[in-house]
């Protein structure tokens, strides 16, 4: 047997013994042979005669070398000198087998991790079916006889000594350029688990957060991607078995733990059935912006298919505000009366309006009239000019509205009649005396926080995740709410005019609204014109003509004049003077809470030079909302322990430092030389190994108790009306177009061109099924022959 100093993998020869040792393993002399040394692989390599198979033994500092005379106090402190000899040596390793007596652990064996011979599977290649496959998959086993053994010492002390230990490898072990592929080297800590999880909530995949994390890591070293695939697959199998308990463990520990949150949840025969939630945020929002909440139903957010309910609200900058959320098994009176009491019950006070999608179905109504009245006739801009009018009431409404579906002929359409019914809910003519209520006339912002919400969520989502990934909207949402109200401070608009009421209102509104008022200004300046003035004794009454111009969209209101071709219109603007009232009939300020440009016009005409404050709505205010109002008070994790914010708060010291002297290469030096005196220190006297188990890991990352009862099953038979993917109900309108974008094609028969809209193919070509039965009355002929013959 020789020593020789290549790095090739070995390869057991003919003469090998048990347990992948050369037969005459036990006769060679290490001793001698101990001068012979490979610094780089930092092991010695030793060939058995013929060179075939080859052994390595690692070469560590004195330090760190265990002997079989070493004695530990407790097994743990065994354990961890044997894995810190593994980490120099350049191996992985494995807890095998224990004996215990008397409740006393007797020995205890820890082995490389390439110890044991890999598992054979037997396949049955006669079997066709490609789901009975398996695949061949390489195995890191090498019957690696690497190993020690702890024994409880029999003097009653319970300290431990070395009873085995075998160094010999039959394996190459790591070197300085691959040991950052040891699986130590390749555990996730905390950084990385948080850094999935935060970033699947962004719904970027652990293949992403590899590619991102690998840009800050040296040389690309630490855990592979499949390690991250594996630890984010294990995530979502720790939550789905107790989804539903992890989900109102962590909303109950943010009610108890987290000042004005609300949480309550409905069961159903132990089984979760809705939810519903709002966080302090959320209520500050309510506070200010409570006049007008839309709420919509989305769906697709969630693998239980629960329809989730956001409330929604505008801002001060003309943006919407989610104003707390729901999760529903079923869209029936029962459900929504619940989510309205709970809904009521955490904010304390009902909003003036409400708006719900019942006004959505306008649109289907036009489509479920007569196509020759929609595309034929103006009926369609019509409608629209008369639910949008803001300047009719109620009595005008009615009396045009019947003429309208009498010119059409449409006094018998069932729908228009329901809606009709119910016009005091939905047409802006019945909402006149409500302040501020032309801020939100659809649900359209409802679908457009939906849309925001689903390039969030993933039909895919547990519950847990669904929530996170709620949080993280939310932050985005709140953070461009913070940007928005900064900007409006620190950054000024040019004005359009010398007025001194503009320079007022920019001190006053956000930049959001200041640039409708600007148009309004604009417009008062160069579109309308003062007429007569009529005293009436407690008031003026003034004549404003307004011009617009008949190109669309140019010179015309914000508010009025869409569905309209007119060009000249006439307000009247009373001014009390002694009260300090301006009213106006296009009432913009009593829907929009904004004075329109017919009373700016008389206001320039009487040379007022400020804007009474009854008529500066608080809403529309700047920072209405303080900034540090605007922050969840809660994080992932956050009930999970100080450790883990200490954690952050390391990673934040250290990201801090890095800032300051990122310039300097002297200090950079400086510091990396501190950093690694500081690891030095810890890796020769590391603290007690972590003994927590992957699930109380898990538990950790989610921010939930590591032991959760399992009393709340998860949601299932859930079925509400989004349609599923693929099999939405097209119109015979859509399927005839489809049909005709559709090219020619051949009959697989008699290889005829066949149209789109021709039912031609191989089984019902007209020509087969006349070939079919020539071939029949030919068999027909032929058996009456042949009975005649007979």
Avoid at 89 to 107: H, M, V
Avoid at 349 to 360: F, L, M, S
Avoid at 444 to 471: A, G, Q, V, W
Avoid at 654 to 670: F, R
């Amino acid at each position: 047997m020789n020593v020789t100093m290549n790095n090739m993998n070995s390869n057991h020869g003919e003469d090998d013994g048990e347990d992948g040792f050369p037969a005459d393993f036990e006769d060679f002399d290490w001793e001698d042979n101990r001068d012979i040394l490979d610094y780089k692989l930092m092991c010695t390599v030793i060939n058995s005669p013929g060179g075939r198979p080859k052994f390595w033994i690692p070469i560590v500092r004195t330090h760190v070398e265990i002997d079989k005379e070493r004695i530990f106090d407790t097994l743990q402190e065994g354990l961890n000198a044997y894995y810190i000899y593994a980490k120099h040596a350049g191996f992985d390793t494995r807890l095998g087998s224990e004996k215990t007596k008397n409740d006393i652990l007797q020995y205890k064996y820890v082995f490389c991790n390439r110890a044991g011979e890999a598992k054979k599977y037997n396949v049955d290649t006669s079997n066709g079916e490609k789901g009975k496959q398996k695949r061949k998959k390489a195995s890191h086993m090498s019957k690696c006889p690497a190993r020690i053994c702890f024994k409880v010492l029999e003097d009653g002390s319970f300290r431990y000594g070395v009873n085995k230990l075998e160094e010999m490898h039959n394996h190459e072990l790591y070197t300085n350029t691959t040991v950052h592929m040891a699986k130590h080297k390749r555990k996730l800590d905390f950084f990385d688990m948080t850094l999935i999880n935060q970033l699947s909530q962004k719904n970027i995949g652990a293949s992403k957060a590899h590619h991102m994390i690998g840009g800050i890591k040296e040389d690309n070293q630490g855990p592979k991607c499949s390690d991250y695939k594996n630890f984010s697959r294990d995530l979502n199998r720790y939550i789905e078995d107790t989804d539903a308990n992890i989900l109102v463990e962590l909303m109950n520990l943010r009610k108890e733990n987290v000042r004005d949150f609300s949480f309550v949840h409905l069961l159903e025969d132990s089984e979760l059935r809705a939810v519903f939630w709002a966080d302090n945020v959320a209520k500050r929002n309510y506070k200010e912006f409570s006049d007008i909440v839309s709420f919509d139903a989305t769906y697709h957010t969630n693998k239980y298919n629960l329809v989730f309910v956001p409330f929604t609200g505008v801002d001060n900058h003309k943006k919407s505000v989610t104003l707390g959320g729901a999760l529903l098994a079923r869209e029936t009176a029962e459900y929504y009366t619940w989510l309205l009491k709970s809904w009521l019950d955490a904010f304390g006070k009902q909003p003036v309006i409400v708006v719900t999608d019942q006004e959505a179905a306008v649109a289907v109504a036009v489509e479920k009239v007569d196509e020759r009245v929609i595309y034929g006739t103006d009926f369609k801009l019509r409608l629209q000019r008369l639910i949008w009018n803001n300047c009719h009431d109620p009595v005008v409404f009615e009396f045009k509205w019947n003429a309208l579906m009498e010119e059409f002929d449409l006094t018998s359409n069932k729908w228009l009649k329901d809606m009709y019914i119910l016009r005091h809910k939905w047409i802006p003519a019945f909402f006149k005396d409500n302040p501020l209520s032309g801020l939100m006339r659809s649900t359209s912002r409802s679908e457009s926080e939906n849309s925001f919400f689903k390039n969030y969520f993933s039909k895919h989502s547990t519950l847990t995740i669904f929530m996170f990934k709620f949080d993280a909207a939310m932050d985005k949402q709140r953070r461009i709410q913070s940007e928005n109200d900064f900007n409006s401070i620190a950054k000024k608009l040019s004005l359009e005019s010398k007025l001194a009421f503009e320079v007022q209102a920019s001190y006053f509104y956000t930049h959001a609204v200041m640039r409708i008022f600007q148009k309004e200004i604009h417009d008062c300046v160069y579109a309308c014109s003062p007429g007569p003035i009529v005293s009436y004794g407690d008031y003026d009454s003034h004549l404003v003509v307004e011009q617009i111009s008949g190109v669309p969209g140019e010179n015309q209101s914000t508010f009025l004049n869409k569905f309209t071709k007119k060009t000249v219109f006439k307000y009247e603007v009373k001014v009390y003077e002694r009260e300090g009232t301006i009213t106006c009939s296009c009432m913009v300020f009593e829907h929009q809470g904004m004075l329109c440009r017919h009373i700016l016009c008389i206001m320039k005409t009487r040379f007022m030079k400020t804007i009474p404050e009854k008529y500066l709505i608080r809403r529309f205010k700047k920072n209405i909302i303080r900034a540090e109002e605007l922050i969840r008070c809660y994080s992932i994790g956050e009930m999970s322990g100080n450790s883990d914010k200490m954690i952050q708060e390391a990673y934040s010291v250290v990201s801090e430092c890095l800032s300051i002297i990122a310039h300097d290469p002297d200090a950079m030096t400086s510091f990396i030389k501190s950093q690694k005196e500081i690891r030095k220190k810890i890796v020769d006297k590391p603290p007690e190994k972590d003994k927590r188990s992957r699930a109380e890991k898990f538990a950790r990352t989610l921010g939930v108790p590591t032991t959760l009862t399992n009393d709340i099953r998860n949601p299932k038979n859930v079925k509400n009306k989004g349609r599923v993917s693929g099999k939405r109900l097209r119109s015979q309108r859509e399927v005839a177009f489809t049909k005709a974008s559709k090219g020619s094609k051949n009959c697989g028969y008699c290889r005829k061109k066949v149209s789109p809209n021709e039912k031609h193919d191989r089984r019902t070509c007209p020509q087969r099924i006349e070939d079919e039965k020539k071939k029949s009355m030919e068999q027909d002929s032929h058996g009456m022959f042949d009975s005649e013959n007979d």
